[in-house]
């Protein structure tokens, strides 16, 4: 899915709506924790660690998908910055980054619910927690997936977005899948100007990972002192509406 979105990503995304709502949160905490060494590790096209690395923080990040890396790359190369950019999913970055790199681990934009089984949850954090220094930080933000369940929540806000003579519109839905598990689903409908309109439709499984089981894995992961955020402006989490799961923790120190 990623690998043909990403073509299209930064079109999809509003970056300068959404870094203007969460560049101060993220900076917020990882200055709490003194934090300068920061990965972010499900990176997409990259444009959080290049507003990082714009502010002075060594900023890398990894992806799974090949298309993305290299969109975040020549992202890179367009902003005239320094940036390293892996293709490693998680339960591999330690080994790509190396043990005890960072100070602070960043899992953004609902992607951990991309691991279909506890398992590989459960590998992932802990591969978070391999990759932190000691009393190291790890942000991350999931879609309020109580919420999902329990609304049946299917559909999102469209997006739409236009340059010269094309644009386009973005939405995505749910599909609810009798194993648990949830497809999603985007579809991309572009056209030329007063031209007749394309149509594409990917989509990816999901395990909708409720605030429990992450609090837990997060605890076997050897994580303390989590903290439950709404969304990104540090508004309390209600299982209820928030839009987000935004968890912070700590690696022991």
């Known amino acids: 899915m990623y690998d043909t979105l990403s073509s299209d990503y930064d079109r ?32 997409g096209t990259g444009m959080h660690v290049i507003a990082l690395a714009q502010r002075g923080y060594q900023a890398s ?55 279909l089984s506890r398992p590989d949850l459960s590998r992932a954090l802990f591969d978070f927690a391999a990759c ?20 049946h929540d299917r559909w999102m806000e469209p997006q739409s977005h236009s340059a010269g003579q094309f644009e ?10 009798p194993d648990g598990l949830l497809t999603f689903n985007m579809v991309t409908l572009k056209r030329g100007m007063l031209g007749k309109w394309t149509q594409e439709v990917v989509t990816s499984r999901l395990r909708p990972i409720l605030k429990v089981e992450l609090l837990s894995g997060l605890s076997e992961a050897g994580f303390v002192r989590p903290i439950a955020f709404g969304n990104m402006a540090s508004d309390p989490f209600d299982p209820k509406t928030s839009s987000n799961l935004v968890i912070l923790a700590r690696k022991p120190s």
């Open 168 to 177: 386009w519109i973005f939405q995505r839905f749910y599909d609810f899948d």
């Open 132 to 151: 932190l220094k000691p009393g190291g930080l790890l942000l991350i933000q999931n879609r309020n997936f109580d919420a999902v369940i329990a609304n």
């Open 61 to 115: 990040g990894a992806d799974i998908s090949r298309g993305m890396v290299e969109r975040a790359r020549m992202n890179a190369n367009s902003a005239k910055i320094q940036a390293r950019f892996e293709i490693a999913g998680f339960g591999t970055l330690a080994q790509t980054f190396g043990n005890d790199s960072s100070d602070a681990v960043l899992c953004l934009g609902n992607s951990l619910p991309h691991l």
């Open 12 to 43: 999809f995304v509003n970056w300068q709506s959404r870094l203007a709502i969460e560049l101060p949160f993220i900076i917020e905490k990882i200055n709490e924790s003194n934090s300068r060494v920061v990965l972010d590790a499900a990176t």
